[in-house]
């Protein structure tokens, strides 16, 4: 049976999830928490959870939920977070997912659409709104890729010929940040160039 952790602020939206999901994925146990704290006492009750949908939750203080991803990553290798809110423009996915998030899913969502994403993720997938990339790797990709969802984007958009300077506009990073990110995907992928790690990320099935 699997068990996710719902972290919201919303206690209506929470209350709908509650509702909803069990009715669609019915072996799902669902834990829910309202803030952050509440959230790390419950995976310290029950290491069962592997999935984890935090939204973009703000403290009194002004810490954004993001930040304790890496804490939360360090101490609970076994759970797979995804960021789950109502900003789903491009420049917030890809801040989650720089901080550490497996996927992101957008709270307009419909309910067959929620819960599919929720079966893939239950399933080892990255889900990712398909207006982030046009490719299907936001729908199939999997977890154990040694790349991080960012560099499956960047080298998705590479194997359309888009230039480093290209997709520096399209994601809203600076060409440097795109050539050290290639620097690293060469280094990963163990590829000669540019090129040879877009063949290399095609023939393992990362991109299409």
């Known amino acids: 049976m699997p068990h996710i952790l719902i ?36 995976l310290k009750r029950h290491p069962s959870i592997s999935l984890m949908l935090l939204d973009r939750i703000f403290s009194d203080s002004g810490v954004d939920s993001l930040q304790h991803l890496t804490e939360l990553r360090e101490t609970h290798p076994q759970l797979h977070i995804t960021i789950m809110s109502g900003d789903h423009s491009v420049h917030r996915i890809w801040e989650a997912i720089d901080a550490g998030a497996i996927g992101f899913i957008p709270k307009n969502l ?43 984007g960047i080298l998705s958009l590479a194997s359309t010929g888009q230039s480093n300077k290209e997709i520096a506009k399209e994601l809203n990073l600076t060409e440097g940040t795109i050539k050290q990110h290639f620097y690293a995907i060469l280094k990963i992928l163990d590829a000669d160039n540019r090129r040879h790690a877009v063949q290399i990320a095609r023939n393992r099935g990362f991109i299409c």
């Open 110 to 152: 419909s309910t067959d659409m929620l819960v599919a994403a929720i079966k893939r993720l239950l399933g080892g997938y990255i889900y990712l709104p398909r207006k982030l990339l046009e490719n299907p790797y936001a729908q199939s990709h999997t977890i154990n890729t040694p790349l991080s969802a960012r560099h499956i």
């Open 7 to 42: 972290t919201d602020d919303h206690p209506q939206f929470l209350a709908g999830l509650m509702a909803t999901l069990p009715l669609h994925i019915p072996d799902l146990c669902i834990h829910q928490a309202l803030d952050i704290d509440a959230a790390k006492t419950l």
